[in-house]
């Protein structure tokens, strides 16, 4: 994997983004709770060792069917979020490479990732995507399925990959092969897709 093209951060998909104020605060609490949790764990984060010193990670509330809260570009490193920190996606086409959005910050870079995820599955509410060196070589080991290594993060590829593994497997835990150390988490609450991601943790640390 080049990991100069392949790194954190970089966004690939088309975006139509208009500037808009946060939703309220209320909306994102429980999210926020659990992304503070992920971030004392290393999971999100930001290290000048690590991934060119880019920010990792990023989660993420359905609003809709076609529409979800983000949390914005370069927002993994913060130690905490608030509702400024998020974006809404209010569609999106992966045949298109295409999100909308809009927000007081421009989505993640792997937005459209997320939106395969939710477009996959209609109990889903909450997607977590976090960096886990330790679960991402373990995955195979631990039953968790891989996307094909070939296929960079961030692109419509890897979306549909994510998409068709969402909808084929009962693992609610999916390493992304061709995106280092990339784990996604899924679940119909915040709660739930944040339990099944630590306890995937627990048994790779194992």
Not at 84 to 108: K, M, R, W
Not at 142 to 159: F, K, N, W
Request: hydrophobic share 40%; with cysteine.
């Amino acid at each position: 994997m080049d990991q100069k093209q392949d790194r954190e951060g970089v966004v690939k998909y088309r975006l139509d983004y208009t500037t808009a104020p946060p939703v309220d605060s209320e909306i994102v609490a429980e999210l926020n709770a659990w992304r503070t949790i992920l971030y004392r764990l290393g999971l999100t984060g930001q290290d000048s060792r690590r991934y060119d010193g880019l920010a990792y990670g990023n989660v993420s509330l359905r609003r809709g069917e076609t529409a979800f809260l983000i949390s914005g570009t370069q927002t993994g490193g913060k130690p905490k979020l608030t509702s400024e920190h998020y974006c809404l996606v209010t569609g999106f086409d992966l045949e298109q490479n295409l999100i909308i959005a809009e927000g007081p910050i421009a989505p993640s870079s792997e937005a459209l990732t997320h939106a395969a995820v939710y477009q996959s599955g209609s109990g889903i509410d909450c997607v977590l995507h976090v960096h886990s060196p330790e679960l991402w070589e373990k995955a195979e080991a631990l039953a968790i399925p891989v996307t094909d290594r070939q296929v960079g993060y961030g692109t419509p590829e890897m979306a549909h990959a994510v998409g068709f593994l969402v909808r084929t497997s009962k693992s609610p835990v999916i390493a992304m092969g061709g995106h280092e150390d990339g784990i996604i988490a899924f679940g119909r609450t915040v709660e739930e897709a944040a339990i099944c991601l630590i306890r995937s943790l627990a048994q790779a640390l194992a």
